[in-house]
């Protein structure tokens, strides 16, 4: 749901328009200055330092880069589960260091959808239910309608009444998939989404999220080891040591 009605809680003052070729339009993502520390068992650990990002309306965008350097962490911190220290963090027209736990919560219903390596279904729920969750605490009175209509958009029409437990890795990225485009978010984040699947259910996996996400205009970051699939994105954004090293754009 991209109407800021949608969403009266979750204010709009900080929409910064960037004018682009004469028109003016507003980046998904507008990241200065991003720091992040954590606590970790020998202290406090610098994780993110001085990120900037800008991705634009309906990029593909890869985030690639060793094992540790900061990909997981600086997707947190843009979906608005994990809070910078410092830095302004312009997401989806929301500056996320002005939110509290219940703005951020509101943020990520009306405009993230995100997939992860292992896909976080509830397993007591239904496939169904699984989808249709989200959309319920987002207010929607159609929501099983809509989760329906979702599960047989990633060819799973037949599998809805099934658990978790019930179905192939696949089929349960998938479920994933449905859940987390039901809403039309404006932004995707995936975190390795084919990590946990063999090659040919990860290619159909990934056919999948591209496909959708270009119908519904979704703007998409994703985190990749895989450089084929890196390299069939707009640009690949490279990260090392907690920094970026490269914003994948040609000079
Ligand atoms: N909760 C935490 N507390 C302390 N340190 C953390 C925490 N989470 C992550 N880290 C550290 O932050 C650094 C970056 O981790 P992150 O998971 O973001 O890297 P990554 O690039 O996604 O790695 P991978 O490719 O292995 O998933 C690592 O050194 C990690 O140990």
Redesign the pocket.
């Known amino acids: 749901m991209r109407d800021s009605a949608s969403a009266p809680s979750l204010s709009s003052s900080a929409d910064q328009p960037v004018s682009t070729a004469g028109e003016t339009t507003r980046l998904p993502i507008n990241v200065r200055g991003l720091k992040l520390s954590?606590?970790?068992p020998a202290g406090t650990?610098d994780?993110?330092k001085n990120i900037d990002l800008s991705i634009r309306a309906g990029e593909r965008v890869s985030l690639i880069?060793?094992?540790?350097?900061?990909?997981?962490?600086?997707?947190?911190v843009i979906a608005g589960l994990e809070q910078a220290q410092d830095g302004t963090i312009e997401i989806c027209g929301h500056n996320l260091r002005k939110l509290g736990e219940d703005g951020l919560a509101l943020f990520r219903r009306h405009h993230v959808g995100i997939v992860f390596q292992d896909f976080h279904l509830v397993p007591s729920m239904s496939a169904l239910e699984n989808v249709a969750l989200p959309m319920e605490f987002a207010g929607r009175t159609d929501a099983f309608e809509r989760a329906r209509e979702e599960l047989t958009a990633v060819g799973l029409g037949h599998r809805m009444d099934h658990y978790p437990g019930q179905l192939s890795g696949g089929e349960q990225q998938r479920v994933a998939l449905a859940r987390a485009l039901a809403t039309d978010p404006e932004l995707l984040l995936a975190?390795?989404p084919t990590g946990n699947l063999d090659g040919n259910t990860g290619e159909t996996i990934i056919q999948l999220l591209f496909d959708l996400a270009r119908k519904r205009g979704s703007t998409l970051l994703l985190?990749t080891?895989d450089e084929g699939l890196a390299a069939r994105c707009d640009r690949a954004i490279t990260?090392r040591d907690?920094v970026i090293v490269s914003t994948g754009e040609s000079a």
């Open positions: 954590l606590k970790g650990v994780i993110l880069g060793p094992s540790g350097s900061g990909k997981t962490s600086l997707l947190m975190d390795e985190i080891h990260m907690g």
